[in-house]
């Protein structure tokens, strides 16, 4: 398996088959004398912008911590409860009970939903 090409910004969906985002950053843990083991994705813009810079991504953090229990870092996702479906991958919770859609609850509720129509 190809990580950068078979899973990173890969599509994500969760138990019910909806989209959930995508795959932003990989961990890794690194052991002595053993390859390197995948033990999570993490799925969040904290991640994204940490890819393009770093300061960027530690100030989006601060702001993101002010929208909720869980947020203010990535959330990750085990390794083993990721199964390949085509170019997606799905993992085993609701992504309604995680806080991968906190951001754009947020843009909802206080942006879009004020415009006139929106």
């Known amino acids: 398996m190809h990580l950068v090409a078979d899973v990173l910004d890969e599509e994500l969906l969760d138990k019910t088959g909806n989209r959930a ?7 890794l843990e690194v052991r002595d004398g053993k390859p390197p083991r995948i ?3 993490e799925v969040s813009p904290i991640t994204l912008l940490a890819r393009l810079n770093r300061r960027l991504a530690e100030r989006y953090a601060r702001w993101d911590r002010r929208l909720g229990k869980g947020r203010g870092v990535p959330f990750r996702i085990p390794w083993g409860q990721l199964e390949q479906t085509g170019k997606a991958w799905r993992f085993d919770t609701d992504a309604e ?9 947020w843009l909802r509720v206080k ?3 004020r415009i006139p129509g929106g």
């Open 21 to 27: 985002g995508r795959v932003d950053g990989i961990v």
């Open 39 to 41: 033990t999570h994705v």
């Open 97 to 105: 009970d995680t806080p991968i859609r906190a951001l754009e609850d």
């Open 111 to 113: 942006i879009v939903e």
